[in-house]
């Protein structure tokens, strides 16, 4: 059997590495969560959100068209404080827009690159970026239904899997921890 290099497997079965032990044995290890590539293995935890901050802003946009619409033909007829109250309305909601947009793009992304498990948390556009050696990290599910999984090494500690459904957290961690022994 002719053995195929790790970029050959990996974009043929995304997901999925193979690991050659020192007999030459190729062994299948299934990711279920991560991308794997040549040089690293990558976990892409994004918010699950409906809509994203693009269509949000035209769907926005064709709000205001028609309230301002409305509005302005009331104006026109003699009822004037039909307008304030579309301008306040448009106000309300394109603050409750904007949180949620702010939001919607929150991922968080795990990587182990060489000798480092190195852990980006972007959360409202504020970017938290910690680094753990790689045969040091210790990575745990915390107990209770909803808890999170937490990534510790010396005195660092960070907290991931806010995006995944919990009943999936614990095979997460797993994943994980099998990639680091890998």
Same mark, same amino acid.
């Not at 995944?164 to 994943?175: D, G, I, K, N, S």
């Given at each position: 059997?002719?053995?195929?290099?790790?970029?050959?497997?990996?974009?043929e079965n995304r997901g999925v590495?193979?690991?050659?032990y020192c007999h030459g044995a190729m062994t299948r290890l299934p990711y279920r969560f991560a991308s794997v590539t040549d040089t690293s293995i990558h976990?892409?935890?994004?918010?699950?959100?409906?809509?994203t901050p693009k269509q949000l802003c035209l769907l926005y946009a064709s709000l205001?068209?028609?309230?301002?619409g409305i509005g302005f033909a009331f104006y026109v007829q003699g009822v004037a404080l039909i307008l304030p109250f579309a301008? +306040?309305?448009?106000? +309300?909601v394109g603050i409750a827009f904007f949180v949620y947009a702010r939001h919607a793009t929150?991922?968080?992304?795990?990587?182990?690159l060489g000798q480092h498990l190195v852990v980006e948390i972007e959360e409202g556009g504020v970017l938290q970026r910690v680094q753990f050696p790689r045969y040091r990290v210790?990575?745990?599910p915390r107990a209770g239904r909803k808890a999170l999984i937490e990534v510790s090494a010396h005195r660092q500690s960070v907290d991931i899997g806010r995006h995944?459904?919990?009943?999936?957290? +614990?095979?997460? +961690?797993?994943?994980i921890r099998r990639a680091l022994r890998a």
């Open positions: 059997m002719q053995k195929q290099s790790l970029t050959e497997l990996s974009s590495i193979y690991h050659s976990w892409r935890l994004p918010r699950n959100c409906s809509i205001c068209c028609v309230s301002l301008l +306040a309305e448009l106000a +309300a929150d991922t968080e992304h795990i990587q182990i210790r990575v745990e995944v459904r919990p009943e999936l957290r +614990a095979e997460l +961690a797993q994943e």
